[in-house]
């Protein structure tokens, strides 16, 4: 049997294992006396990983912003506002050329409100886009890994929801777990850690632990009123967190995408 790190008591354990465990007086639980050899050692390494899920969160919102004027030409933009800041300097010092200007600067002004129309109507229509997706990408993987978990999707998916988000990296959609103050988290190998960690760890919790299915049993994987496997016409848009779920387990994310919506 392996032993805990740390118990909140001792009488917890076996009587035989009581002895390898001293009080920490900071907490008041128990923890295991380990005599650190060659470097090795039980240690709280909470901080550390915080810590670096701080670093990788700065370093890609960084190579993100890097992204968004790769494809800006330094020596072309540079030419551009010299070209500005000519046509600004022109002093017109005759009538015509004073017509001309400002026929120029009332195109120009046009030209830009047009133009700052449809970026904002474009940033708009993207905002709305990337919303549905993190929405669909996020409740489909967390719905997922809740039912091959054998856990309750309807109490479960929520917390997922508010452990995760969506980011965008080489042009694909991903999704990471964060802790509370929008940190990636990471797992117990030093990487980022994904969905089904974050429902791995939820199960060994006594709060959500009891949300899942005891060892051994196992769910219907059928819909209410199906009639033992015939699904009639029941839409995806009909279905509750947990029929989808259900579904998604005993049938495959292929064949639920089929459904009707």
Known sequence: MALKAIVDAVDSLPESAREFYVKDETSGKFRLDVESVD?????????LK???????TTREGLER????FKDLDPDKAREALAKLEELTAIDPAKEADKIANTKFEAA??????????????????????????????????????????????????????????????????EVEVVDK?????????????DIKGLIAEMKASEVFGRAFEASGQ?????????????????KRSQM??????????????????????
């Open 50 to 56: 915080t810590a670096l899920g701080k670093e990788r």
């Open 108 to 173: 120009k002004a046009q030209l830009l409100e047009k133009h700052t129309g449809e970026l904002s109507s474009r940033d708009e229509r993207i905002k709305g886009l990337t919303g549905t997706i993190d929405g669909l990408l996020r409740e489909q993987r967390a719905t997922t890994a809740i039912a091959e978990a054998k856990g309750s999707v309807d109490l479960l998916l929520p917390h997922v929801l508010n452990a995760t988000r969506t980011v965008e990296k080489d042009g694909r959609f």
């Open 240 to 261: 509750t967190n947990a029929d989808k779920a259900n579904y998604i387990a005993e049938h495959g994310q292929e064949a639920f995408l089929k459904l009707p919506k």
């Open 181 to 193: 103050d929008g940190n990636v988290r990471i797992d117990g190998k030093g990487n980022n850690m």
């Open 218 to 234: 196992s769910g219907s994987g059928k819909l209410p009123g199906n009639g033992g496997g015939d699904r009639g016409q029941l």
């Open 65 to 68: 912003q890097v992204v968004r």
């Open 39 to 47: 470097g090795f050692a039980l240690e709280d390494v909470s901080g």
